[in-house]
C-alpha cells in the first residue's frame, strides 16, 4: 500500500513547545504534502516538498524529507492551542491521486 | 473565491433514500476529488474527475455514482446505502500545479439509518 504511516498517533505537549510528527511511505513519490484537519471539518494543505527537496519552511513550520529512507517529518515552532487538530501526509505519486497516511492527533495543552 | 463549497453540510437518509451530495468550486480547477473518511481515520479517495472526465474509481461499489455537469459542479449520487456508509464525505480540487495542493470543501457529515 502507499498509504503514509505517521508517527506519533497522537501528541500533547505544552503551548509554546516544538511539535515533531515523522511520517513514512513504501513506494517512490512525486511530492509529498501536510495537511491539517480541525475536528471533523475540511483539510487545509499545509506545505509540499517536492521529491527533490530535503527541507521546506513556510511560517512555524518545517517539512523535511529523506526519500532514502522514505520518510518525512513535520515540525511545528511555539506551538499555540489553534494548532490542535490532526496531521496528514499525503504522497503523490504523479498518477491524479494522493494517498493519506493515517495521521497524528497533536493536542496543545494551555 | 478560494474555496470548495459543500451541500449539505449533514444528511440523514434512510437505506431505500436516494439523496445527493453538491460540491461547487470556481477556481478553474481541473480535477476534482470525492473522498470518504470514517471517524479518526485518513479520507480514503473515492473518484477522481479530471477535465470533467472520470479518470479513477477506486473500486467503489455501485451505490455510490459520481457526476460532473460541467468544471465547476461535482456531485455523488447516492441510492440503497448501508448503515456502514455513515461517514464524512469530502470533496476537492486541484488545478493540478504542483505547489497548490489540493483544496478541501468542509465535507457532508452522512448518517444512514
Known amino acids: 500500500s502507499q498509504q503514509g504511516e505517521e508517527d506519533p498517533q497522537a501528541l500533547s505537549i505544552q503551548e509554546g513547545e516544538n511539535a515533531t510528527m515523522n511520517c513514512s511511505y513504501k513506494?517512490?513519490?512525486?511530492?509529498l504534502q501536510w495537511y491539517r484537519q480541525n475536528s471533523g471539518r475540511g483539510l487545509v494543505h499545509l506545505i509540499l516538498i517536492r521529491s527533490n527537496e530535503r527541507e521546506k519552511h513556510s511560517g512555524r513550520l518545517r517539512v523535511t524529507l529523506d526519500t532514502s529512507k522514505k520518510s518525512s517529518s513535520l515540525l511545528i515552532t511555539a506551538s499555540r492551542a489553534a494548532d490542535t487538530a490532526s496531521y496528514f501526509c499525503?504522497?503523490?505519486?504523479?498518477?491524479?491521486?494522493?494517498?493519506f497516511g493515517k495521521g497524528t492527533r497533536l493536542h496543545i495543552l494551555p | 473565491d478560494t474555496e470548495v463549497t459543500q451541500t449539505p453540510k449533514h444528511l440523514v437518509m434512510g437505506m431505500t433514500n436516494k439523496k445527493s451530495l453538491k460540491c461547487e468550486q470556481h477556481?478553474?480547477?481541473?480535477?476534482m476529488y470525492w473522498y470518504k473518511q470514517k471517524a479518526k481515520k485518513p479520507p480514503e479517495l473515492m473518484f477522481v474527475?479530471?477535465?470533467?472526465?472520470?479518470?479513477i474509481n477506486e473500486s467503489v461499489p455501485s451505490r455510490f455514482s459520481p457526476e460532473c455537469p460541467n468544471s465547476s459542479l461535482l456531485n455523488l449520487h447516492l441510492h440503497a446505502l448501508q448503515p456502514e456508509d455513515s461517514a464524512l464525505y469530502l470533496c476537492?480540487?486541484?488545478?493540478?500545479?504542483?505547489?497548490?495542493?489540493?483544496?478541501f470543501g468542509s465535507g457532508t457529515r452522512l448518517t444512514v439509518v
Open positions: 476537492a480540487s486541484s488545478q493540478g500545479r504542483e505547489e497548490d495542493g489540493y483544496t
Open positions: 513506494t517512490s513519490i512525486n511530492n
Open positions: 477556481m478553474g480547477h481541473r480535477a
Open positions: 499525503a504522497t503523490d505519486r504523479r498518477d491524479d491521486k494522493i494517498i
Open positions: 474527475y479530471s477535465y470533467e472526465k472520470l479518470s
